[in-house]
């Protein structure tokens, strides 16, 4: 289905979790039935309507799961929230270009704009056009 991520994603995420890392799903999403399909499919935990990039969500689980920020990070593929949401927390970030089709005008619109600030101002032109096997570390 198109509203669930892929079978690589969720391989991903099963082997991470085996190693004992910690994963949750925040999303400042409204969408509950798709929210839950995800959840579903990728067999982890969500928070929805989370109001990235405040950092509340990120307090939360910070405190209810004694984090340690050394060894955690925020991955996300939108700039202005799941970065700069991890940033304002202190919290390391990778940068994961979005691979999905996007749903909204807005979004395709907030894409492109990102697509052209990284290009020109956050990552180093040696750094460029390094696919998902080298993700920007921002």
Not at 37 to 54: C, H, R, Y
Not at 55 to 82: C, R, W
Not at 94 to 107: A, D, F, M, N
Not at 129 to 137: E, K, Q, V
Request: proline share 5%; aromatic share 10%.
């Amino acid at each position: 289905s198109k509203n669930v991520p892929d079978w690589k994603a969720k391989k991903l995420l099963r082997e991470w979790k085996e190693r004992g890392f910690n994963i949750w799903l925040i999303s400042n999403s409204a969408q509950i039935k798709r929210l839950i399909k995800i959840v579903e499919f990728l067999e982890t935990p969500a928070f929805m309507k989370t109001l990235k990039p405040l950092p509340f969500i990120y307090n939360k689980l910070v405190k209810e799961h004694n984090l340690d920020l050394k060894s955690t990070a925020v991955i996300g593929d939108q700039l202005f929230t799941d970065i700069l949401g991890g940033k304002l927390r202190g919290i390391k970030t990778i940068y994961s270009y979005p691979v999905g089709k996007e749903l909204t005008e807005h979004r395709r619109l907030m894409i492109a704009f990102e697509k052209w600030l990284l290009e020109t101002a956050l990552i180093p032109k040696d750094q460029r056009n390094r696919g998902f096997d080298g993700i920007p570390h921002l």
